[in-house]
């Protein structure tokens, strides 16, 4: 069982265990690990997500830590031929198709949240967690391949070191990207300005949806024209 940001709760489709796709599912964690997603895949990719989280953060499907080892694809077996025209089956990705995994065991969501609290972060920590697979998203590259020795500052604490990782990426995605992407980024690692600073309220909520999931569709939407331009 899983769960799409869209259709809310799915079953995995029969479909997909049929002669196109294969029961073996793939996480973004390891496509990351392998550079396998071309920018508009990424940055389309960012939208959906961003946008999922509205609608599963108040559920148990969702961890506040969540990240990319929680967004898994089907993948789709595809005939491919090499250059010595001989021809082999490989396995695609679909990234169309992304779920959330399933809620994990009660255990494994307390050490993540005590995981969490080491970080000093002082609003929801859903965005804190969507920031940073953005920022993996942006680079094509997992979060701990980006950090460099400097941003271990706490000996043991990988969490942390992760947040200072994402703090210095910040300006740098703000410089390449430009302020759409950029500014969604920097919000929700840095925090946006706003009084009340959680998801399960509306306003917060309508902020979010103005200031980060319209900025990467607005992003993803400019990508694709300078494309077809």
């Known amino acids: 069982m899983l769960v799409s940001g869209k259709s809310w709760l799915i079953r995995i489709p029969t479909s997909w265990l049929c002669v196109d796709y294969r029961a073996e599912l793939v996480s973004l964690d390891q496509l990351l690990q392998r550079e396998d997603i071309e920018q508009g895949d990424r940055l389309r990719l960012g939208v ?19 990240g990319k080892c929680d967004i898994l694809f089907p993948q ?3 005939r491919k031929r090499r250059m ?11 990234l169309k198709k992304p779920v959330v995994r399933s809620f994990r065991p009660q255990s494994h969501s307390r050490q ?3 995981a969490t609290a080491r970080v000093p972060i002082s609003y929801d920590k859903n965005l804190f967690s969507l920031g ?24 043991d604490n990988p969490d942390f070191t992760n947040w200072i990782t994402a703090l210095r990426l910040v300006p740098i995605i703000e410089e390449e990207a430009g302020e ?20 399960e309220n509306d306003d917060f909520k309508s902020k979010f949806a103005t200031e980060v ?9 400019a990508y694709t024209a300078s494309l077809d331009g």
Request: glycine fraction near 6%; include cysteine.
């Open 76 to 78: 789709k077996a595809s």
């Open 48 to 66: 959906e997500l961003a946008s999922s989280l509205m609608h599963l953060h108040t559920t148990r499907w969702l961890d506040e830590s969540w």
């Open 132 to 155: 940073v697979v953005l920022i993996e998203l942006w680079f094509g590259k997992r979060l701990q391949d980006l950090s460099e020795p400097q941003d271990t500052v706490v000996k």
């Open 180 to 199: 759409m992407y950029g500014g969604a980024v920097r919000r929700c690692i840095q925090g946006m300005d706003s009084a009340v600073r959680t998801l």
């Open 84 to 94: 010595s025209g001989e021809e082999i089956m490989i396995l695609e990705a679909d």
């Open 213 to 221: 999931v319209s900025e990467l569709e607005r992003n993803c939407e």
């Open 112 to 114: 993540q949240s005590e």
